[in-house]
């Protein structure tokens, strides 16, 4: 009998020189993609972080009122680590992060401050694959992310937008979605495999509270396994994959 043959995953389109990843939660795109991001920064890219909230509700044992601003400050450090120096929070709260007009308002305006031709987010569907749930903020800001692109590029949606001197981008040529259960294209993790460990090892104290397994053991062992993978689909290389959806 045949061995069913596996679909390899195609190169993700380099000809680009911005990109935005708009994510709820810190540790999102630490968990999601950060190999890839630190190979375009390597490469000159800009690449610029917005996130709906601070994950104030994410850590059991921490109010949020000291929740917040601790995992702000590990964001921060986490994206230096790749190369990024921009991160944005939008202030929506943790956990009840709602799909909605005022989301995508907020979104579409980000996209036109910093005009991206590549958009990055975190998977917008119901599951990761099967019976694996996801949360309710990663599908309201992926959903919103890939909506607010085209609200980004027409001056009619949103014409507040204009009045506070945020003219249309209508310059977004794809959407990259991070975690999606159908991917279509992947990106070498090689280069950026060792900074993305570093990466997500600056949320150490949310890590903590995830896990008893040691940090350093426990956040190797997920991208490496991860990135090998998505390998098999991708000649063999370690990778990082994506949805994506072209505008």
């Known amino acids: 009998m045949t061995e069913p043959t596996i679909t390899q995953l195609q190169p993700l389109p380099d000809d680009w020189q911005r990109a935005l990843a708009v994510v709820a939660h810190p540790d999102d795109l630490e968990y999601g993609c950060s190999a890839a991001i630190a190979a375009w920064t390597d490469a000159g890219r800009e690449v610029a972080y917005v996130l709906a909230s601070r994950g104030e509700a994410g850590i059991d044992t921490m109010e949020p009122a000291k929740c917040g601003p601790l995992r702000e400050r590990e964001q921060r450090a986490s994206a230096a680590v790749v190369g990024v120096s921009v991160v944005e929070f939008l202030d929506h709260k943790d956990g009840v992060i709602e799909?909605?007009?005022?989301?995508?308002?907020?979104?579409?305006?980000?996209?036109?401050?910093?005009?991206?031709?590549?958009?990055?987010?975190?998977?917008?569907?119901?599951?990761?694959?099967?019976?694996?749930?996801?949360?309710?903020?990663?599908?309201?800001?992926?959903?919103?992310?890939?909506?607010?692109?085209?609200?980004?590029?027409?001056?009619?949606?949103?014409?507040?937008?204009?009045?506070?001197?945020?003219?249309?981008?209508?310059?977004?040529?794809?959407v990259a979605v991070a975690g999606s259960s159908t991917p279509t294209h992947a990106v070498d993790a090689t280069p950026g495999l060792d900074r993305a460990v570093r990466s997500l090892l600056e949320h150490r104290t949310y890590i903590k509270a995830l896990t008893d397994a040691d940090p350093e053991t426990y956040v190797r062992e997920f991208l490496t396994g991860h990135a090998a993978q998505t390998g098999e689909r991708f000649g063999g290389r370690p990778a990082v994959a994506f949805e994506l959806f072209g505008r």
């Open 99 to 174: 799909y909605g007009t005022a989301l995508r308002r907020d979104i579409a305006a980000a996209i036109r401050r910093h005009r991206p031709e590549l958009v990055i987010t975190l998977n917008h569907r119901d599951t990761w694959g099967g019976v694996a749930w996801n949360t309710p903020d990663h599908v309201a800001v992926g959903r919103a992310t890939l909506d607010a692109a085209g609200d980004a590029g027409n001056r009619w949606i949103f014409p507040e937008l204009v009045e506070q001197g945020l003219q249309p981008w209508n310059g977004v040529r794809w």
